[in-house]
């Protein structure tokens, strides 16, 4: 029963947190991507992220992307810097052909700040990834 279901592991999908230059607003903001390492697209993507403590949580934030093409990325929300303080967990759902797929990333509270930046070679930018 139990040992009898498999579940598969995700691996080459990341979730990033970059620190960029906005040129609308002339700012220096916080954005969250997914990225897609793969040789296949993956399909009807949905991100539920929520920051949490022990004393503290957020709303949860739901993102849907029907298609995330082979080897790409996706922006996925603005991060206040405000958020930094909490666990940030991003939960994962896709589907990599007929097989559905799940996996967690959490970013560790104070874990995301300039003195953790690193290029992320995907997206051309400097940021941390999630564990």
Partial sequence: MKKDIKIPKVTDVEIAVVFEYNDIYKTHD????????????????????????D?????LLRKKINKLPANSFAKVELIQPELFTLNNQFQVTFFEGNVLYDK?????????KE????MI?????????AK
Avoid: A, C, H
């Fill in 104 to 112: 967690t990333f959490v970013f560790k509270e104070n874990s995301i």
């Fill in 121 to 129: 070679p995907e997206l051309q930018k400097r940021g941390v990834l």
């Fill in 115 to 118: 003195g953790t930046l690193r």
């Fill in 30 to 53: 916080w954005n969250v991507y997914i990225i897609n390492k793969k040789e296949v697209d993956l399909e009807m993507v949905v991100i539920v992220s929520q920051g949490f403590s």
């Fill in 55 to 59: 004393t503290k949580s957020t709303s």
